[in-house]
């Protein structure tokens, strides 16, 4: 059963590690400052992710100090982030970064919610309870936003009924 826990949290380091990136790769190309720095606050938030992580991983391994679970800070609020001033004048690109930051907080969150089953280590369970809680409020937050973004974009399209 250690093995197959460990094998869990290397696989979801790596999720974490492709979250911080596909951040950092969407804020490198953001016109919008305030957008940008949204999406470096994103990225941060994934690197405490891995930081956790290994920080379990080597509790488990016998490597490190006992994680404290109370000292993680609890998820975001969905509403953390204020999309009013969002640079709308290229929808579909945002739309497009949207869509792939959708695919990956729900890959994300779906993960930590099968994974909590299958382990019998209760602080893995607890960690990984509250890491799917996070990618669900980020989750959350895309998913507002997208939407409306894609109403915005089929209205500029003409595919609008009205």
Known sequence: MKNLTLGYIK???INEIEG???????ASTCRDEVIKETYLSLAEEERKHVVWLRELHNQIEGKGNEIALEAI???PSPDIFNWNNLDREDPKTRLSVFGIA???EK?????YKKVQGEV???VVVELFKILESWERVHYETFDKEY???KEQWWHDQGFAPF
């Open 73 to 75: 800070e609890a998820p």
């Open 120 to 122: 019998d280590d209760e």
């Open 20 to 26: 911080y990136e596909f951040y950092r790769m969407a």
């Open 107 to 111: 890959a994300s969150y779906e993960f």
């Open 102 to 104: 959708l695919q990956l």
């Open 147 to 149: 939407k409306l973004l």
């Open 11 to 13: 696989q979801a380091i």
